[in-house]
């Protein structure tokens, strides 16, 4: 018998380009229950990532727990600052595609799982956001986890976007 459920809804903001994905997790069992939690995408700001990720530069918001990325050698979304961000706290995070997924690794078996993450961010990485987050509930407990990805024009933009999407009763 299962210790706990999960209930994923995923839609879009009607006033911004972000995806909220709400994620409800519940405690079933006479047991308290700890579960890791990791958001990761891989940011490609371009065309094709293999000829972007040189040119993506990627920053941390620990008061947005989030990670910023932009490309300011995109003819077309030069501006833009696109985001990847969790509601609870980030306990660890990268922004190295390949400290996340190992050196051979695969999305489907990264190497990082249960390895703390170095908190790597900035230029010169295969660009990604790996965020992760602990959830403890008690029996009988729910917590909904809100996961944000999007663009803005602007960093500031972005932050603000971040600030009024980020809690759990807006996405819902």
């Known amino acids: 018998e299962a210790d706990s459920s999960s209930a994923l809804t995923m839609g879009l903001a009607p006033e911004a380009a972000v995806k909220i994905s709400l994620l409800r997790l519940t405690n079933v069992g006479d047991r308290p229950r700890r579960l890791a939690l990791t958001a990761f995408v891989e940011w490609t700001l371009g065309a ?39 509601s609870e706290p980030i306990t660890d995070f990268t922004a190295d595609r390949r ?23 900035g ?28 663009a803005a024009e602007g960093e500031a933009a972005a932050r603000e976007t971040l600030d009024r999407l ?7």
């Not at 965020?131 to 986890?145: D, F, H, K, N, T």
């Not at 980020?166 to 819902?172: F, I, K, L, V």
């Open 48 to 86: 094709q990532r293999e000829h972007t990720q040189h040119q993506v530069h990627t920053s941390y918001d620990a008061g947005r727990r989030a990670v910023l990325a932009w490309n300011t050698f995109d003819p077309h979304f030069g501006g833009n600052v696109a985001f990847c961000a969790m």
């Open 99 to 121: 400290e996340f997924l190992g050196r051979n690794g695969t999305v489907a078996r990264p190497a990082s799982l249960g390895v703390p993450l170095s908190g790597a961010a």
């Open 166 to 172: 980020a809690d759990p009763g807006h996405a819902r």
């Open 123 to 150: 230029s010169a990485l295969d660009p990604c956001a790996a965020l992760r987050c602990l959830v403890q509930l008690a029996p009988g407990e729910s917590r909904e986890i809100v996961v944000l990805l999007g």
